[in-house]
C-alpha cells in the first residue's frame, strides 16, 4: 500500500480533521522519577475508547506560513493521516496534533508523518520536536518511544481546567536531533499516534 504525504494546501486544506483518530483506553503510564529520569511502568485499566473533538481552527492560516505547516497522508486516495505542526516559543518543531485514521494504522503511516516532521523542523534548523499525550494514551506513548522520543516531563493539572475530577495527566516527548547526525529515526513499529 502506497503512501502518499502531502503539504496542506487550498486543495486538500478540506481533509485536515477527517480522520477517525478514535482510540482504545485499556492500559496507562505509572510515572516515577529515577536518577532525574522520568520512568514508567504500565498498569491496566477498565476498556474504554476516546475521540478528540473537532477543533474551531482556520487551518488555511497554515498554508505557505514558514512557521506551521500541515502534512496530509494518503493510501489509496484516501486521507489516512495527518501531522499539525508550528514553530514553537522554544525553537522546538511541536506537534500540535497527529492522527492516524482507525482503517489505516500499523501500515506505516504515522512513522511517515513523524519522518516529515522531522524533515521540517530540520530544514528549519531546529533543534528538535516536541509534543505531548496522554499518560492513558499507552499506544501513541509508545509509538513515540519508538521514534526515538523521550519522555521527557509530565503536568498533572494541564486538564483539569476541563474537567476537575480528571486524572488525566499531561506527558511531555521530546526527540532532539543529533547536530552531526541526518539519521533516521529508531526501530519500532506504527502503532496509532495522537
Not at 40 to 59: C, F, H, L, M, N
Given at each position: 500500500?502506497?503512501?502518499?504525504?502531502?503539504?496542506?494546501?487550498?486543495?486538500?486544506?478540506?481533509?485536515?480533521?477527517?480522520?477517525?483518530?478514535?482510540?482504545?483506553?485499556?492500559?496507562?503510564?505509572?510515572?516515577h522519577?529515577?536518577?532525574?529520569?522520568?520512568?514508567?511502568?504500565?498498569?491496566?485499566?477498565?476498556?474504554s475508547?476516546?475521540?478528540?473533538?473537532?477543533?474551531?481552527?482556520?487551518?488555511?492560516?497554515?498554508?505557505?506560513?514558514?512557521?506551521?505547516?500541515i502534512?496530509?497522508?494518503?493510501?489509496?486516495g484516501?486521507?489516512?493521516?495527518?501531522?499539525?505542526?508550528?514553530?514553537?516559543?522554544n525553537?522546538?518543531?511541536?506537534?500540535?496534533?497527529?492522527?492516524?485514521?482507525?482503517?489505516?494504522?500499523?501500515?506505516?503511516?504515522?512513522?511517515?508523518?513523524i519522518?516529515?516532521?522531522?524533515?521540517?523542523?530540520?530544514?528549519?534548523?531546529?533543534?528538535?520536536?516536541?509534543?505531548?499525550?496522554?499518560?492513558?494514551?499507552?499506544g501513541?506513548?509508545?509509538?513515540?518511544?519508538?521514534?526515538?522520543?523521550?519522555?521527557?516531563?509530565?503536568?498533572?493539572?494541564?486538564?483539569?481546567?476541563?474537567?476537575?475530577?480528571?486524572?488525566e495527566?499531561?506527558?511531555?516527548w521530546?526527540?532532539?536531533?543529533?547536530?552531526?547526525?541526518?539519521?533516521?529515526?529508531?526501530?519500532?513499529?506504527?502503532?496509532?499516534?495522537?
Amino acid at each position: 500500500m502506497e503512501i502518499v504525504i502531502e503539504e496542506v494546501n487550498q486543495g486538500n486544506v478540506g481533509h485536515v480533521g477527517k480522520c477517525d483518530g478514535e482510540f482504545v483506553i485499556d492500559s496507562r503510564l505509572i510515572l516515577h522519577v529515577e536518577n532525574n529520569e522520568i520512568r514508567y511502568t504500565i498498569a491496566g485499566v477498565p476498556r474504554s475508547k476516546k475521540q478528540y473533538g473537532e477543533d474551531d481552527i482556520d487551518y488555511t492560516t497554515y498554508i505557505d506560513d514558514p512557521e506551521k505547516t500541515i502534512f496530509l497522508a494518503y493510501t489509496d486516495g484516501q486521507i489516512a493521516g495527518q501531522i499539525i505542526l508550528r514553530k514553537s516559543w522554544n525553537n522546538y518543531a511541536h506537534i500540535e496534533d497527529i492522527a492516524v485514521d482507525v482503517r489505516f494504522r500499523r501500515i506505516g503511516i504515522g512513522r511517515a508523518l513523524i519522518l516529515r516532521a522531522k524533515k521540517w523542523a530540520q530544514d528549519r534548523g531546529l533543534p528538535g520536536i516536541m509534543l505531548e499525550t496522554q499518560d492513558n494514551n499507552v499506544g501513541a506513548c509508545k509509538f513515540y518511544e519508538g521514534c526515538g522520543f523521550r519522555l521527557s516531563g509530565f503536568d498533572t493539572y494541564l486538564y483539569k481546567g476541563l474537567n476537575r475530577s480528571t486524572d488525566e495527566i499531561a506527558l511531555y516527548w521530546y526527540l532532539v536531533f543529533d547536530p552531526g547526525s541526518a539519521s533516521q529515526l529508531t526501530g519500532g513499529n506504527a502503532a496509532s499516534p495522537r
